[in-house]
Structures are given as C-alpha cells and as structure tokens.
C-alpha cells in the first residue's frame, strides 16, 4: 500500500487517479501512524512552503515523515513536496523537513521572455542511475509548474537536471528518498512508468 500525505496542499487526486490506474493499491491520509506503517510513501504538493510546514508540524506528519525515512521506507516527493525535504526555503524565508541538507531557491532569470513560474513541459539529464528512472533514455520530458527548486548542498544527490535559462535540480534523492521538481501524476505516459517504477522500488539507490 502507498499512503499519499494529505497536508492541504494539493493535487492528492490526481496523484491517486494515476495510482489506480496503475492498480496500484494506495490511500490517501493524514494519520501519522498510517504514514509510519505504509509500505511506501508519496509526498505531493502545491502550494506555499511555509503553509505546508505549518500544517505538517500541528498533525505531527513531519515527525511520522521523518520516522518512515529512518525506517527505510521508500519516499517519492513531488513538487512542493521535493522542495520542503530541503532545510529551508526562500519562499517565506521557512524553515522546512531537512530530511536533505539544502535550500529551496526562487527562479532569477535574466531573459524577460521566460515566465516565472516555468510551466509546461520540459526535458530532463540525469547525471547518474537510479532505479526509479529505470527505462528512461535521456532527454524525456515531464510537466512542470514552479517558481523555486530544490538545491542540495551535496551535489552528488543531484540525479537528474533541467534547463529554463539555468541548468537546476530537477531530480534528487539519498537512499530511500527521491524527489522530483516535475509532476509525474500529470506527465502523462511517462510519468505513469515513473510511479510505476516507484511502486516495485525496495528503497535501495543503486
């Protein structure tokens, strides 16, 4: 069973729509103890960081979180998800999961004719093998809508990259976590074979 996390920030039904089409069994909670005990983990999101944070620590989701990881339990962020594993985040100046040693940093682009927020779809490098990208030739595309991004002080937790006027993290992770910019759950064929990847995932990242 996956448990999706519902926090209030978003986009849980369509993470769960792609999951059962899949057929894979899933459940969207806000119970801690249900968090703890799935077999493994989606953490969506859309929204503000310092909302989410909010709403995380007064259910005590960000302990059941942080519990799930040290017990090895596969972890996939997505989005707003991705960005609040970091140790801050710009947005609101926030202190967030720090479940990953890093910043959450808002887009400073140069060419007027990019928008901020990057939306649509656009194409990943990944910089080194994992297990849920298995399948994936270089230069596959997933659908983005964000204005900040996820940037780990290691740079070896990096596994794939996207450019919009910079070249930034779009795929990260350590372990039994992987977290990703884009959205899979909107991402169409692609990302279905990516959560499908993550749902035979034994949390090794190698």
Partial sequence: MIAIIDYNSGNLTSVKRALDHLKI???????????????????????????????????????????????????????LGTQIILSHSQEGNTSCLGLIEGECVHFKLKNPDLKIPHMGWNSITTTRHHPVLEGFSQGVEFYFVHSYYPAPVNHTLIIGVCEYEIEFPAIIGQNNLIATQ?????????????????????????
């Fill in 182 to 206: 884009f959205h899979p759950e909107k991402s169409g064929r692609t990302g279905l074979r990516l959560l499908q990847n993550f749902s035979q995932w034994n949390g090794k990242d190698a």
């Fill in 25 to 79: 069994p899933n459940c969207i909670t806000s119970d801690p103890k249900n968090v703890r005990n799935a077999e493994r983990i989606i953490f969506p999101g859309v929204g503000h960081a310092s909302t989410a944070m909010e709403v995380l620590r007064k259910t005590k989701l960000d302990v059941a979180l942080k519990d799930a990881l040290s017990q090895g339990t596969p972890i996939l962020g997505i989005c």
